[in-house]
């Protein structure tokens, strides 16, 4: 598993397309788990969210440049101090939404930057309000909007606690800076963003190009099953292209195509998914992989590269799947 940021506060674990559907035997639905980390954040605390004090920014101040922070002075705020910096006119930000930030934290009393995504050439993505993040940015970020820059002056009680994060040089008393620029925000009702793709083939299904956040039509023609995996753009999106190692923040759509019947979908749980492309089945692992995020993907997956002879619930044995997966961020 990659490197997680100092800031996330439990590892969160990876969907797998194995649980595809509500099957509980053989292969159960795969939920989100949480991996251990040490140390653990403190308990997320009910004090009260102030309006600063936090240092100023000397540099970068404007949203998404790499910010440069002074030295905290002084004696820092119990509370937790939060400072719209800029702010957005995007979408306001919801418990158990996505979020992609860029951000830079440092330590109050020496000013030690601790960590930043900006380096990294990767801003972060998470839910918030689940846990993922430490409390303090959970209580930060609640509320915002999308565009937004924030400070926040994150006390040990809203981030690790007396323990502190040893491995990031953060004691139990050290008061947090995090400068946060809110880029996106996804949640059930996100789609695809791209240009709409032809789709001419008449021997493969078709899928509607609605970008409204409803689930997408799947039209399996009249025809027998391609032997061999399809992969192909339904909205050709503008981000990188997906690697074989990444994980995956998407929305999908699965029908069998003996008879187009539903048999797993996010739209329906109204939940989005989070996976490793290592860790699901081969169809989608082929199917995803080079394809730009952003995207709506038609993949038709042979029972080889799928679940084979083995039923699922909702899946007969030696199924031929057909999905519509729109590639929504890496996380």
């Known amino acids: 598993m990659r ?3 100092v800031l996330l506060a439990v590892p969160a674990g990876l969907l797998t397309l194995a649980g595809c559907g509500d099957d509980t035997s053989g292969s159960e639905k795969a939920k989100p788990s949480k991996e251990p980390s040490s140390p653990t954040p403190s308990a997320a605390p ?8 936090v240092p100023p920014i000397t540099d970068g101040k404007k949203f998404g440049e790499k910010p440069k922070v002074a030295k905290g002075s002084g004696k ?3 509370d937790l101090a939060v400072k719209t910096v800029i702010k957005g006119n995007g979408p306001t930000v919801a418990k ?9 934290g440092q330590i109050w009393s020496t000013g030690k930057v601790v960590d930043n995504s900006w380096d990294k050439k990767k801003p972060a993505v998470f839910q918030v309000g689940t846990g993922q993040v430490i409390p303090g940015w959970d209580r930060a970020l609640i509320g915002k909007k999308v565009g937004s820059r924030l400070e926040v002056a994150v006390p040990p009680a809203y981030a690790y606690g007396k323990q502190g994060q040893p491995q990031a040089g953060i004691k139990g008393t050290d008061t947090l800076v995090f400068v946060i620029d809110i880029i996106e925000r996804y949640n059930a009702k996100s789609s695809a963003k791209g240009d709409k793709v032809a789709q001419n083939n008449k021997d493969l299904p078709k899928v509607s190009d609605n970008t409204d956040g409803k689930p997408p039509t799947i039209t399996i023609p009249k025809k027998p099953a391609p032997k061999k995996l399809v992969s192909e753009y ?8 997906v690697k074989k190692t990444d994980a995956l923040l998407v929305q999908y759509k699965g029908v069998l195509w003996d008879n187009g019947k539903e048999f ?8 989005l998914a989070q996976f490793s492309l290592q860790q699901v089945v081969k169809g989608w692992s082929q199917g995803l992989t080079g394809k730009k995020v952003g995207s709506r993907v038609l993949i038709v997956v042979p029972p080889e590269l799928g679940y084979g002879k083995k039923a699922q619930k909702g899946i007969p044995a030696n199924s031929t799947l057909v999905f519509s997966v729109d590639i929504l961020s890496v996380l």
């Open 46 to 53: 009910t004090g009260k969210v102030v309006n600063g004090p």
């Open 76 to 78: 820092p705020s119990s």
């Open 234 to 241: 339904v909205i050709e999106g503008h981000g990188p292209k």
């Open 3 to 5: 490197r997680r940021s």
């Open 96 to 104: 158990k939404d996505f979020l992609k930030v860029n951000y830079l």
């Open 264 to 271: 797993d979908s996010t739209y329906k749980r109204g939940e």
